[in-house]
């Protein structure tokens, strides 16, 4: 069993910066493969970056590339989506979230979610 706790969203104004952190408890977290989603008011769920267990592997959505790493330090337990360049269209809620499987950019792979942490880019 993995929870998992998103911290590091707040309000920024576009052009800006944010480091997301996702903390998982449990002592296998370091073999999980990690995924970032987002959802907008009145959109669906939208996939924004994952990491394999090992870091070796990572994928971006579309229309996250090139602004936006994802990271993780597995001594920590976290896992980071380093957010550049940020524009309102960014404005979502999200989530991390986690599987002992291998790295997908489908949700629903991901059997353990985080609560979310609003991030809001003003225009």
């Known amino acids: 069993q993995v929870q998992l706790v998103e911290s590091g969203g707040g309000l920024v104004q576009a052009g800006g910066s944010l480091r997301l952190s996702c903390a998982a408890s449990g002592r296998t977290f370091g073999s999980y493969a990690v995924g970032w989603f987002r959802q907008a008011p009145g959109k669906e769920r939208e996939f924004v970056a994952a990491?394999?267990?090992?870091?070796?592997?990572?994928y971006y959505g579309d229309s996250v590339k090139g602004r936006f790493t994802i990271s993780r330090a597995n001594a920590k337990n976290t896992v980071y989506l380093q957010m550049n360049s940020l524009k309102p269209e960014d404005t979502a809620v999200y989530y991390c979230?986690?599987?002992?499987?291998?790295?997908?950019?489908?949700?629903?792979?991901?059997?353990?979610w985080g609560q979310g942490t609003q991030v809001t880019v003003s225009s």
């Open positions: 979230a986690a599987d002992p499987g291998a790295v997908s950019y489908f949700d629903t792979k991901y059997n353990y």
């Open positions: 990491i394999s267990w090992n870091g070796g592997v990572t």
